[in-house]
């Protein structure tokens, strides 16, 4: 099949530095972090308010593409699970998805709650979220 | 910045040929489909079954990546406002997020409810909905 390329258009600043001090979920204790797009997306960005929830797409880019069963949460009594069944990171596209509360924006950089990814990941993408058709 | 290389997992089989057909969200009376994975990825999907709501990602192939600010849902009376506050198909990385629920499933192929893209549209992963830590 067709391969596609994805251009990040942003980067997680982030005080967590590698997988071992990450939590599984960012409503798990994640500290505040800053989403840094590229000013070349100030202009699809410009309408992300304080207050807003978001959500956000990582390329989760210190993972493993080949994995396809993992323990969830890596706890050893649980059974092997198919990739697509878990958040696993580690999963052949390591597209990472985030539910964020926006504290302040300044330009195109985005102070964010409840997102746990590492210093340095890439941003692909930010979207509202899924609701009822009569938020849209 | 880095850019990364996005292998799709399967593709959507669908009768909605172009984007004039289609809803604008799956909701809004999008046919069921069905997702075709690659049996190369048997194992990661081996753990969905009948009843399973899942949030699919895709490809949006056929999209404007130059777009960064879009008149939502084609509106003309409504402002035009930044792709990353909207679901715009076009934007940046043209990936789509779609919650639907598995009506059937026969080996690599599952048929689902609420997905409104177009047919060959490239899947690219699936995962469980965001939900509540419990439910983990």
Known sequence: MAEY???PVGR???SLRNRSDAPNQGDEGAPDCTIALDPEYAT???DIAAGAELLVLTWLDRTDRDVQAVRPRGDPDRPETGVFS???PDRPNPIGLHRVTVLAVDGT?????GLE????TPVIDLKPP???V???
């Open 5 to 7: 390329v994805v251009r």
């Open 12 to 14: 997680i600043e982030s």
């Open 44 to 46: 699809a960005a410009r």
């Open 86 to 88: 878990t958040r696993s």
């Open 109 to 113: 950089r985005l102070l964010v709650r």
């Open 117 to 120: 990814a590492l210093d340095g």
């Open 130 to 132: 899924l609701g009822a």
């Open 134 to 136: 009569s938020e849209r």
